[in-house]
């Protein structure tokens, strides 16, 4: 029952505050595990994190879902995501992926990505899978 309504909060949540990203409307996530940690107005989701949208699946052994802060952040050893779309074509694995607001996904920490048929690997990868940009700084 735990699971259920933290399913629906979370859903609740990402799509109401980070709408503007289209790659994590729609969003189910599976774990093993979540704690909603009211006081500080976040929700964790505790291994074999699994998370599908319309347009991604994502890999990690910890999410964390900060409603103050308008942000996910994946952890993983490493944590994985992968375009789910025939329009957009990428995959990329890194220590950290966190999602903005402001639809760009940042890979953080021994982060390779394909893209387009393109190989990236830096330790810091920015992309907005909406208009294709990739940087390696902000």
Do not use: R, W
């Amino acid at each position: 029952m735990n699971k259920i309504l933290t399913f629906f909060l979370v859903s609740f949540a990402c799509i109401s505050t980070l709408s503007a990203n289209a790659f994590l409307d729609n969003l189910i996530i599976n774990s093993n595990s979540v704690e909603v940690k009211k006081n500080s107005s976040q929700i964790v989701f505790l291994n074999n994190v699994q998370i599908e949208t319309e347009f991604l699946s994502i890999k990690a052994d910890i999410a964390l879902y900060d409603n103050i802060k308008k942000i996910m952040s994946l952890k993983g050893n490493p944590s994985l995501i992968q375009s789910t779309s025939g329009e957009q074509n990428f995959n990329g694995n890194a220590e950290e992926i966190v999602f903005y607001s402001n639809s760009k996904i940042h890979l953080l920490g021994n982060a390779s990505m394909d893209y387009d048929n393109i190989k990236i690997s830096s330790s810091s990868i920015i992309f907005n899978p909406q208009n294709g940009m990739v940087s390696s700084d902000e």
